[in-house]
C-alpha cells in the first residue's frame, strides 16, 4: 500500500537521508543546485529502529530520492554472539532493509541504498565488545542486498561504497577516512557527496 504524505515537507527534487549515526554526521550535503536536503539520520540506529519510525518519516516527506544506509549497527551488535545467533541477526537486517527499501519505493520517491561499509579495526575499548566476524557478516548482508529482487525494482539504485572507501593502492579500507572504527571525516563525506551527486544527476 503506498503511503500518501499528510504534510509534503518537500519540493519537487529534494532529497531525504535516512539512516544511522553515519547518515546523521553527513549533515545536508549540497547534492543537486538547488534542491533541498533533509537528513534524518539517528545515532546508533538499527534497522528495526528505523523501520519502526518510517511511517513518520513517510507522513512528513515526499521527496523525489530518499537515500539510506543502515545496518552497520546490527551487526557490530551481533559481532559477539555464536554463530547461529548471529545468522539470525544478519536476516533480520536484511529482512528489515527489504522492507525499508519496499516501503519507501513505494512512496513514489527514487531509493538509493547505500551499501554498508564494514568498521575498522577497533580500538581497545571497543575491541572487548566487537567480534572479529562484523567483515564478514558486512559482506554477506551487502551480497544478500544486492543478489535479491530489490535491487531489480523500478526506482530503486545502489551505490558500492567502496568507490569511495577503498584504497586500491593498500587493497584495504581508507585509515585516512575515519575519525573512529565506525564513523568517517569530513573529507570521506566531501567524497561520498562528490560520488553520489553523479549517481543522482
Known amino acids: 500500500m503506498t503511503i500518501v504524505p499528510q504534510t509534503a515537507n518537500t519540493r519537487p527534487g529534494d532529497i531525504v537521508l535516512i539512516g544511522d549515526s553515519r547518515i546523521k554526521a553527513w549533515g545536508k550535503p549540497q547534492l543537486r543546485p538547488n534542491n533541498m536536503v533533509i537528513n534524518e539520520g539517528v545515532d546508533g540506529e538499527t534497522t528495526t529502529g528505523l523501520l519502526c519510525r518510517l511511517d513518520n518519516i513517510l507522513s512528513q516527506y515526499n521527496p523525489q530520492y530518499f537515500i539510506l544506509q543502515t545496518g552497520v549497527n ?5 559481532s559477539m554472539l555464536k554463530e547461529a545467533q548471529r545468522e539470525r541477526v544478519e536476516k533480520r537486517a536484511f529482512g528489515n532493509i527489504q522492507r525499508i527499501i519496499e516501503q ?9 541504498y547505500l551499501d554498508i561499509v564494514p568498521p575498522i579495526k577497533p580500538d581497545i575499548m571497543r575491541s572487548i565488545v566487537w567480534g572479529d566476524n562484523i567483515e564478514e557478516s558486512v559482506r554477506k548482508l551487502n551480497s544478500l542486498i544486492r543478489s535479491s529482487n530489490t535491487g531489480n ?16 593502492e593498500t587493497n584495504s579500507w581508507r585509515d585516512e577516512y575515519a575519525v573512529d572504527a565506525l564513523h568517517w571525516t ?6 561520498l557527496t562528490q560520488e553520489i551527486s553523479r549517481q543522482i544527476q
Not at 519507501?104 to 538509493?112: C, I, M, P, T, W
Open 74 to 78: 546490527d551487526l557490530t551488535t551481533a
Open 104 to 112: 519507501l519505493r513505494q512512496s513514489g520517491a527514487k531509493v538509493l
Open 153 to 168: 525494482e523500478q526506482n530503486i539504485e545502489e551505490f558500492e561504497m567502496a568507490e569511495v572507501f577503498f584504497n586500491t
Open 186 to 191: 569530513s573529507e570521506a563525506y566531501d567524497h
